[in-house]
């Protein structure tokens, strides 16, 4: 499978700031998605990423607040922007995979606390 | 609407017992996607298994079994003869697809924690 990286691994921030989070991958990838895991809770997806054009959001979710780059087939960006407290989660980017790009592969994940 | 439930929150077993995770999923789509994966306290997330909606064959990787029911809409994950490494969160989770062979967002059921004990 392929081997994704994100960086920062975890990072501290104020309130009313903004981070960007990198996903890279090893190999070139149609379709990346990136999902948001809240303390304690199961993951939700919060866009698709595709290259070449807008990311498609999931209810609940909007660009203002969480615009996305998708430059080239293996690296994308999430920017959480404007954060609160309620903003503290793990992000995580995926990638499908597989003979048919079925299964999805994740990230290590990006530790956010909003203090 | 498409929907993943893990009834069991938090398991505790003893070392060596087997432990069965419970799954079950709602969806209309004929064709679906079944996975399993488990979150270890590092946080990563580890593909275990994928099970399309047209194979009910029961699977069986080293201590790892996994049973696909369609009359019940459940896909089990049974662990035999548990370990402690085994202790991680495990999520359950039903994807459609999109387009030709593309994947389709996943639907994550809400996890079960599973601590093994020495």
């Known amino acids: 499978s392929a081997v994704i990286s994100q960086k920062p691994s975890r990072d501290i921030c104020q309130r009313g700031t903004s981070l960007t989070i990198q996903c890279q991958v090893d190999s070139q990838v149609t379709m990346m998605f990136w999902y948001r895991q809240q303390p304690g809770q199961s993951l939700t997806l919060i866009a698709t990423a595709n290259q070449g054009s807008e990311a498609t959001y999931e209810s609940g979710f909007v660009i203002d607040k969480f615009p996305i780059s998708r430059p080239n087939l293996t690296f994308s960006t999430l920017t959480v922007s404007n954060m609160s407290p309620e903003d503290s989660s793990i992000y995580l980017c995926?990638?499908?995979?597989?003979?048919?790009?079925?299964?999805?592969?994740f990230g290590p994940g990006t530790r956010l606390t909003v203090l | 609407a498409q929907k993943v439930t893990q009834a069991q929150t938090e398991i505790s077993v003893v070392e060596k017992e087997d432990v069965t995770l419970d799954c079950v999923y709602e969806t209309r789509d004929t064709t679906y996607y079944l996975f399993w994966y488990k979150q270890p306290p590092s946080g990563e997330l580890v593909f275990l298994i994928r099970?399309?909606?047209?194979?009910?064959q029961n699977e069986i990787s080293g201590r790892y079994s996994w049973n696909f029911q369609k009359s019940t809409s459940s896909f089990n994950f049974t662990i035999t003869a548990s370990q402690v490494v085994d202790s991680a969160v495990y999520f359950c989770a039903l994807s459609t697809p999109k387009g030709s062979g593309n994947t389709g967002k996943l639907i994550f059921g809400q996890g079960t924690t599973l601590q093994v004990k020495p």
């Open positions: 995926s990638v499908g995979q597989g003979y048919s790009r079925i299964e999805q592969f």
């Open positions: 099970r399309n909606s047209f194979d009910e």
